[in-house]
């Protein structure tokens, strides 16, 4: 039987079983006919419904509309067939009524609830970042009992890949950046008879500036990618879940060298980069403003004060901390899927660029403070 009724008072009760579908069209007719349109109050419960169509679901409802049509209440025990949505949405458009968009129907409690979530992801995603950085900081000390928990093949390999595979890219940016520098402000000097500035502009911007901040971003770009990509790559094939369960700490074999190799990477990158700036301003210096390297050599010694060179030395271990950081904290979120790989390699590039960025206005504030 497709249909159930029973009557207690004004209260009619039906229950609906089986197929309620095409096939069956015939008894569903049947059975909603014998249906009282005149009860004050009709309870349905769907609970038993193996199949409902959108043909019955319609016959349902008309029914049901007639009966509230006449007075009557009309209640589902639990939810409401998926189907009377629809149907209720092309009745409304067939009569002609607007569709509520998504930004009619948002309210305001919409809106503060996105701020909570969007709040508990910030602080989840915090407590995580200083949960990862203790976790690195005690398997540092830990390592530093023991020169083979330093794994020192693995951060000579890391030394390599980072640092001296990177050389030509950045030696060839320092060189174009430092000549663009420098002819640039050849071209704005030279209107005031001060062509000789140019090689103190360039001799500062690249030793404080230029040289290791430039350094820093294709570092981010070529090896805090790389990081974030391996270490996902070894998050999906479970190769770090092998290695805990074999008793290997992952944050000794996984983060610690990358991080060593890269801040001791950086700077000796730094150090080449400050040297292909310096020779990139005394090459357009010798081609557009007639200084000979005699006289550059002399000029940029007599411009650079102690603490210039040391200003920006400084920063590259900061940088290369950072980079190597977010790079593998990015690599070691990625889950379930090669789309998570991509995006979170993504991140790693964009959040490392930025808090490079950030650590370098940090260091000019400080810098003028201390008068450095």
């Not at 998050?235 to 290695?243: F, G, H, M, P, S």
């Not at 060593?260 to 557009?288: K, R």
């Not at 593998?328 to 590039?349: F, H, I, M, P, W």
């Amino acid at each position: 039987m497709l249909l159930e009724s029973q009557q207690t008072g004004d209260t009619l009760a039906l229950r609906l079983n089986g197929d309620w579908c095409i096939e069956n069209i015939g008894e569903v007719d049947a059975a909603l006919a014998g249906i009282d349109a005149g009860s004050r109050r009709v309870k349905i419960d769907c609970s038993r419904v193996n199949t409902l169509d959108l043909s019955c679901a319609w016959m349902l409802q008309r029914r049901l509309e007639a009966i509230r049509a006449a007075g009557g209440n009309v209640e589902f025990a639990g939810d409401e067939p998926r189907h009377f949505r629809f149907l209720v949405e092309m009745s409304e458009r067939g009569q002609g009524k607007p569709r509520k968009t998504e930004e009619e129907s948002t309210t305001l409690l919409h809106g503060v609830a996105w701020i909570g979530r969007r709040a508990v992801q910030q602080a989840t995603q915090t407590r995580d970042a200083v949960g990862f950085f203790g976790r690195v900081a005690a398997t540092m000390l830990r390592s530093m009992r023991s020169v083979r928990s330093l794994r020192l093949p693995s951060i000579t390999r890391h030394i390599y890949e980072t640092g001296i595979q990177a050389i030509p890219i950045v030696s060839l940016i320092a060189f174009l950046i430092s000549v663009i520098v420098a002819y640039l402000g050849a071209q704005q000097l030279s209107q005031f008879g001060a062509e000789i500035y140019t090689v103190d502009l360039v001799a500062i911007a690249v030793l404080r500036e230029m040289g290791v901040l430039l350094t820093a971003i294709i570092v981010a770009g070529r090896s805090g990618s790389a990081f974030a990509a391996e270490i996902g790559v070894m998050r999906l094939n479970e190769e770090v879940d092998a290695l805990q369960s074999m008793g290997v700490d992952p944050y000794e074999v996984l983060v610690l060298p990358r991080l060593i190799g890269l801040v001791i990477a950086l700077p000796l990158l730094t150090i080449i980069a400050d040297a292909m700036g310096l020779a990139g301003g005394a090459l357009l210096s010798s081609a557009l403003l007639d200084i000979s390297l005699t006289q550059f050599i002399p000029r940029v010694q007599a411009a650079l004060a102690p603490t210039t060179f040391w200003a920006g030395f400084i920063k590259a271990p900061v940088f290369a901390l950072l980079i190597a950081m977010v790079g593998t904290y990015r690599g070691l979120q990625v889950r379930d899927s090669s789309k998570e790989l991509g995006r979170l390699t993504t991140v790693a590039v964009v959040q490392s660029i930025f808090l490079v960025i950030f650590a370098d206005a940090i260091f000019a504030v400080v810098y003028v403070q201390l008068d450095f």
